[in-house]
T-cell receptor, first 114, second 113 residues
Framework: QKEVEQDPGPLSVPEGAIVSLNCTYSNSAFQYFMWYRQYSRKGPELLMY????GNKEDGRFTAQVDKSSKYISLFIRDSQPSDSATYLCAMSGNSGGSNYKLTFGKGTLLTVNP | GAGVSQSPSNKVTEKGKDVELRCDPISGHTALYWYRQSLGQGLEFLIYFQGNSAPDKSGLPSDRFSAERTGGSVSTLTIQRTQQEDSAVYLC???????????FGEGSWLTVV
């Protein structure tokens, strides 16, 4: 079993739709959870950063972490064509001071159609 | 610039040649990281620098890979005797300190032919 599982998609939605992206993980030491957006042939761009369980909202984006279920989500409201990209979940833990080492999902390719 | 800068952005090299990839982190960031992104493999951690020291090199795939950082700033990732399986995007990232939010550069796209 991979440490982080993410459905690769592709996911295609109409403009204005609510998008739900998810990752599951197996390592209970993970405490820091991130979502990155990566446009084609560009580097990953940090969207959301969450510590431990709970919700975090930033504009049209909401990140949720459920550590009891080892499940994280990113919701995008009122999706726009400019949101079309690959979304990567990433996480790290404090075990042995390794909170710097990110473990990534493989990414979900999202297309928002005008 | 304000972000992590990497060069070259694209590199095509012949199998067996050595390549050097350069990273200029965000000014003031003490932590620097190299990751590799291969088709179908996702992003894989290669090495972490704190200042000029590399306390974690556990992700380097073989002894053909090495990296250094000088002046607590610029880092170079060197791949010796390149193989076709080395073809990937090599991403550099930096953060203000270990464990803080990590910012990536645009990557160096390496193709070994």
């Amino acid at each position: 079993q991979k440490e982080v599982e993410q459905d690769p998609g592709p996911l295609s939605v109409p403009e204005g739709a609510i998008v739900s992206l998810n990752c599951t993980y197996s390592n209970s030491a993970f405490q820091y959870f991130m979502w990155y957006r990566q446009y084609s042939r560009k580097g990953p761009e940090l969207l959301m950063y969450t510590y431990s369980s709970g919700n975090k909202e930033d504009g049209r984006f909401t990140a949720q972490v459920d550590k009891s279920s080892k499940y994280i989500s990113l919701f995008i409201r009122d999706s726009q064509p400019s949101d079309s990209a690959t979304y990567l979940c990433a996480m790290s833990g404090n075990s042995g001071g390794s909170n710097y080492k990110l473990t990534f999902g493989k990414g979900t390719l999202l297309t928002v159609n005008p | 610039g304000a972000g992590v800068s990497q060069s070259p952005s694209n590199k095509v090299t012949e199998k067996g040649k050595d390549v050097e990839l350069r990273c200029d982190p965000i000014s003031g960031h003490t932590a620097l990281y190299w990751y590799r992104q291969s088709l179908g493999q996702g992003l894989e951690f290669l090495i972490y620098f704190q200042g000029n020291s590399a306390p974690d090199k556990s992700g380097l795939p073989s002894d053909r890979f090495s990296a250094e950082r000088t002046g607590g700033s610029v880092s170079t990732l060197t791949i010796q005797r390149t193989q076709q399986e080395d073809s990937a995007v090599y991403l550099c990232a930096s953060s203000p300190d270990r464990g803080n939010t990590i910012y990536f550069g645009e990557g160096s796209w390496l193709t070994v032919v």
